[in-house]
């Protein structure tokens, strides 16, 4: 199950944070990655942040929603993407940080599946998924 927030907040709220974390790009590693960036940044940040805001959400009476691994968003814009009814145009967050004050983001509207970096105090769209 795929929830997009429209619009899209910062990756981390605090645009002071530039320290790197260990996260993975795998597929399967989304949940895990999510966790360790709630659980070194927090919940009181005047600013939610993407993996937050996947973390905080409860739709349909669900509440296991993570951030996608680079992996796992590679995974949905092929599956999606191309459907009417799936992913939107534009840039989305992932949970996979790639050096520090940097996480990757991947264009659905790019010819490949190729993820750009961008700086964790930009904004992209949100793309909370449950159990990939």
Known sequence: MVYN???????????????LLTTSKALG????NTNT???KYGTTQTIVYAALA???LNKNGYTD????????LSQLKKNLYDNPLGLASGHFWSSTATTAGYAWCLGTDAI?????????SGY???CSVRSF
Request: aromatic letters at 14%; hydrophobic letters at 35%.
């Open 65 to 72: 929603w993570y951030l996608p691994s680079t992996d796992e």
């Open 5 to 19: 927030f429209g619009g899209g907040p910062k990756w981390i709220g605090d645009s002071n944070i530039n320290a």
């Open 37 to 39: 960036i709630v659980s």
């Open 54 to 56: 996947s973390y905080n």
């Open 124 to 126: 992209a769209t949100v």
């Open 112 to 120: 490949t599946d190729t993820p750009d970096q961008f700086l964790i």
């Open 29 to 32: 590693t989304g949940n895990a």
